[in-house]
């Protein structure tokens, strides 16, 4: 007898123990050959042993659904684990990164960006192209020449042949316009190419706080449509004396767009300006025979016989008088005119339609023009700098024209506009003088007319009534 204590019982017999072996064996074969989707919805990883993986992920990646937990809509449940990439992998990704427009430019591209110094010459040698191929593409054509025309940040872009000849050249010298040039068997052929902007209107409002072209900048409006609009409303309101702090103006404008970007500007299709509190208005309008001009909103014509003023924006230095002391000569003499100073080379208009009586040197008004209208009127321009092209003793001209610039000849203590008017011979103020009135719109193109600009009046009042609500908020 020993005193060994006695040996546990097992807990399975052995022949249970070999029979949940088999059956273990079983379920693992069932679960390869029959695999179960309530398992497959359980598991937290899945593990893919591809053959190619680029390929695989590529096009599984956009249809294999994310594995999800029972219950757990739109959650990722299960993560796939994937293969470290390949360096095949690495080529493929970083190719797929490279910029769209990079991958179909041909060989031969290259694009130049025009810097500080560089002349065509010297874009030519950044491309490879030898100096004598300058020569040959602005020999080809006077046109070609544009291309020696260049602005700093211009792009040119170079297309070249197998053999590294220039085969073409482009250039976008604005937002509108590329000019080409093509390698043909006979040489170069130039081309250029408009593109046709989106016109579409545009709105405008401004309070006058210093000057009209600060207001007219902060309102958006350009430098050209602010003298688009002294020129439309210059028959009523003189903006070289009237202008007031607190005048206000509102413009309906055509606007010129290219890809969703501002390229320029048109026509001023409508126009308000309250000068002194009273109110003038302008609408463009064509009428039938194709001739356009600006009316008031009622259809009378704002284009009267003679403009007020034959300078824009300029300062009134001197005014009519019949007894001013002359400021060179030192004595009393009848100032039959009005001065208009201005910088040197300023337009200076033409106030009304005409002919010309004289263009050349008068005495003490130095270089001077003088212009007929009709029988009763009379203009005389004098100190001018000089006169414009074809402005000559004998030719006509029209209303608005450029005959001359701002200039000190004569006798004159610096640069101005000695500005005179003369009815029936007789010289009076013409500030004060009252211009005959051109035209009304005729009575068979009134409705027309009013069809045309009811919409531009309710268009500047109810864009003006916004803006001001929106101000008081």
């Known amino acids: 007898m020993t005193n060994e204590p006695p040996k546990a019982p097992p807990l399975y017999p052995k022949t249970h123990i070999l029979a949940a072996s088999g059956i273990a064996a079983l379920l693992s074969l069932a679960l390869l050959v029959f695999p179960s989707s309530d398992v497959e919805a359980k598991k937290t990883t899945l593990n893919l042993e591809l053959e190619s ?49 990079q991958a179909v430019k041909a060989p031969g591209h290259r694009e130049v960006t025009v810097a500080s110094g560089d002349t065509l ?97 902060r309102a958006g409006l350009s430098h050209n449509l602010t003298m688009d609009m002294a020129r439309v409303l210059g028959y009523d309101i003189d903006f070289a004396q009237d ?12 606007q010129k767009v290219m890809d969703g970007k501002v390229v320029g500007t048109g026509n001023i299709l409508s126009a308000r300006f309250t000068n002194r509190g009273k109110t003038y208005t302008a609408v463009r309008y064509t009428n039938k ?8 909103a009622d259809g009378n014509s704002l284009r009267k016989a003679f403009i007020r003023t034959p300078v824009d924006f300029a300062r009134i230095s001197s005014r009519f008088s019949a007894g001013r002391k002359h400021p060179i000569l030192n004595k009393i003499r009848a100032h039959k005119g009005v001065d208009y100073a201005a910088p040197r080379g300023t337009p200076i ?33 004098g100190h001018m700098q000089g006169f414009a092209k074809g ?6 001209v029209k209303q608005g024209q450029i005959i001359g610039y701002i200039g000190t000849t004569g006798l004159s203590t610096g640069p101005h506009l000695h500005y005179e008017f003369q009815v029936n011979g007789v010289h009076v103020d013409p500030l004060s003088q009252k211009v005959p009135m051109a035209d009304p719109i005729a009575k068979n193109e009134r409705q027309r007319f009013l069809q045309q600009s009811q919409p531009l009046i309710a268009r500047m009042d109810q864009e003006k009534a916004t803006l001001l609500a929106s101000n008081k908020r």
């Open 243 to 254: 202008i007031r702090q607190g005048d206000e103006f509102d413009v309906v404008y055509e």
């Open 349 to 381: 208009k033409a106030a009304g339609d005409g002919r010309i009586e004289l263009a050349g040197r008068r005495g003490g008004y130095g270089n001077t023009v003088v212009i007929q209208h009709g029988n009763r009127y009379k203009t005389l321009y």
């Open 121 to 217: 010459s010297t874009l030519f040698a950044k491309v490879g192209l030898p100096a004598n191929a300058v020569h040959d593409i602005l020999a080809s054509s006077k046109q070609a020449k544009q291309f020696s025309q260049l602005k700093h940040g211009q792009v040119l872009q170079f297309e070249l042949d197998k053999d590294g000849q220039l085969a073409n050249l482009h250039s976008k010298v604005s937002s509108l316009e590329t000019i080409r040039l093509t390698k043909t068997d006979k040489g170069y052929t130039f081309n250029r190419e408009i593109s046709k902007p989106v016109v579409r209107t545009a709105y405008a409002h401004g309070v006058i706080k210093s000057s009209l072209s600060a207001s007219a900048q």
């Open 53 to 101: 993986p680029a390929e695989q992920l590529k096009d599984e990646s956009r249809t294999a659904p994310l594995v999800q937990a029972e219950g757990e809509q739109g959650s990722p449940f299960a993560q796939i684990e994937e293969p470290a990439p390949s360096t095949q992998n690495a080529e493929q990704k970083a190719t797929a990164t490279e910029p769209a427009a």
């Open 289 to 296: 025979q194709g001739n356009t001009t600006y009316y008031t």
């Open 391 to 396: 402005i000559k003793t004998g030719s006509t």
